[in-house]
């Protein structure tokens, strides 16, 4: 009977601690949530296996992967931090951060975990990953990094 106590008492502490605990996901400011959730980046990174399949462009996507590698910045016009990134499914995307337009990811080294928001545009090395900015013009739809915690724009 104590042992049932026990396991009653600890399932009701576990139960209060993650779901009405303070630093609960819904009580964190937005840049310390996850953006994207686990469902949506199943879906996600199914949508961009098809748009590297189709050969597409141009298709607004929403996921997160971990760097698998980090790239010289890209320095003719405008100047981009480059990484690859690894999708939950195995598919690698170069991920191409317009460092004019918005704040570098520093710190950035093979491991990290980013969530983006942007545009996939196909190639045949898996694709590029661009648009995870603002757009000053306001005339395209604005994508994100978030890194640690903190989104780029």
Do not use: C
Not at 33 to 62: K, M
């Amino acid at each position: 009977m104590m042992r049932l106590l026990l396991v009653v008492v600890i399932a009701v502490t576990y139960t209060l601690y993650h779901f009405g605990h303070e630093d609960s996901p819904a009580s964190l400011p937005v840049s310390e949530q996850a953006l994207v959730s686990a469902p949506a980046v199943a879906e996600a990174n199914q949508r961009i296996e098809e748009a590297f399949r189709q050969h597409e462009h141009d298709v607004e996507v929403q996921s997160h992967g971990v760097v698998t590698k980090v790239l010289p910045d890209d320095n003719d016009g405008t100047r981009h931090q480059r990484f690859i990134l690894t999708l939950d499914n195995g598919m690698t995307a170069l991920v191409a951060h317009n460092i004019d337009l918005a704040p570098r990811l520093e710190g950035l080294k093979t491991g990290d975990e980013v969530e983006f928001k942007g545009v996939y545009e196909w190639n045949a090395k898996g694709g590029v990953i661009h648009w995870t900015h603002h757009d000053p013009r306001g005339r395209h739809a604005a994508g994100w990094l978030r890194y640690h915690g903190k989104l780029y724009q």
